[in-house]
């Protein structure tokens, strides 16, 4: 165990357990990258600003390239004692090139340094899953425009009964939707952390004349945050991508809750391939669809990274706390699962079999053109309450006969109404009554047609 990096004013060790419990470097050596590209915009500026030489800014950077590619090729010792990613390298630093490495942490404390790596991997980990988002929502549409053509029909559900009949394309443009939104809020979170918060040093700023634009732009960044209290202090640029993340899994385990559902024997609406499924070691039967049941389950500990940080912040007095070392691991977690399953739903959806005749035959019964016949109704000037009315009347006598609408004899639909009769009932078929639907994004095929073109302008494609 070498001496602290801020030992000057102890007399006595770190207690092992102190070590264990205070070390970060198990998980936070992910940003090692980050750190040293930190590191390196920070020594090029404090050459450009004559902080340091030019001799000692290309010995540091040397150092620090050195570092790098150690970490890069595996060969780098993480040690504990060193307890993080910042501390580690500056130590590895030190052992390169001798004390000149101290000069590096001049005019910077961990505290700006951990928040700049940070929000440089959580911009690039929004703009990463912004980007597979949109690869997802490629295929979607794919998908919705391949069922425009086939004319798949659906039922459309609410409360999970069978409501009205829908184009499968339709169903697929409403996930389309969702995850145009989902990629847009990756894209303005990341918009929104792209400051750099280097020189905020420990809270107050620096007496050093230092350019914090100057290493701000060298990041990529667009600007350095303008209050250093805030640039140390502050992770909502964090719980912001956590936020994002956990509405695109929310969306993602409603896809997936629908999937598993509609693959079920008593569904039987699709079949998931088998490269995406698994089976039981018991039941030679069974083929399970583990994907989507992960995708689901996984949404519960997405969700849980966002209220874990939410909730690590709300008690902390400015501005910087060691309670914000625990922003990190629901970061990486939730970058993890998304970009995973997002992968896993652009392969899966489009080797998933649609099976037309069961979708057709669901969406035909339940009575689900019960509403085109209260329109019929209510075209000919019966108020649509009133058609409402007779129609349900007519509901409930079929299902205690058990029959579907189209199977009621002409005497009982004359007998509800006057301009009912066999021949209205004929027409109520699903295809009619998806076609009718021709208000602004409905069901109708031209309306979805239509959305489909929008979503691919957008798309840019
Ligand atoms: N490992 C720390 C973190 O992740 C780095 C910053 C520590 N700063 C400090 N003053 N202890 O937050």
Known sequence: QDKKLWGGRFAEATAELVELFNASVGFDQRLAEQDIRGSLAHVAMLGQVGILSAGEVAQITEGLNGVLADIRAGSFEWRLDREDVHMNVEAALRDRIGPVAGKLHTARSRNDQVAVDFRLFTKEAALDLADKTRALRSVMLDEAEKHLGTGVILPGYTHLQVAQPILLAHWFMAYVAMLERDEGRFRDAAERMDESPLGSSALAGTPWPID????????????????????????DFAIEFLSACAILAAHLSRLSEELILY?????????????????????????NPDVSELARGKAGRVFGNLMGLLTVVKGTPLAYNKDLQEDKEGVFDSYDTLSIVLRLYAEMMPKTVWHAEKTREAAARGYSTATDVA??????????????????????????SGRQLWELTDAELKAAHPLLSAEV???????ESVRGRQSYGGTAPEQVARAIADARKALGA
Do not use: C, W, Y
């Not at 990041?219 to 805030?230: I, K, M």
């Not at 995406?276 to 083929?287: D, E, F, L, R």
């Not at 209510?378 to 007519?394: D, I, K, T």
């Open 425 to 431: 009932a004929r027409t109520l078929t699903v295809e």
């Open 375 to 400: 329109d019929f109704l209510a075209r000919s000037g019966v108020p649509f309450r009133e058609a409402h009315e007779v129609v349900g009347g007519l509901v409930g006598l079929a299902s205690r």
């Open 212 to 235: 914090r634009f100057a290493t701000a732009g060298a990041l990529g960044f667009a600007r350095p945050t303008a209050n250093s209290l805030d640039g140390v202090g502050s992770r």
């Open 263 to 287: 693959s079920t024997f008593e569904f039987g609406f699709l079949t998931l391939p088998d490269s995406h499924t698994t089976g039981s070691s018991i039941m030679p039967q069974k083929k």
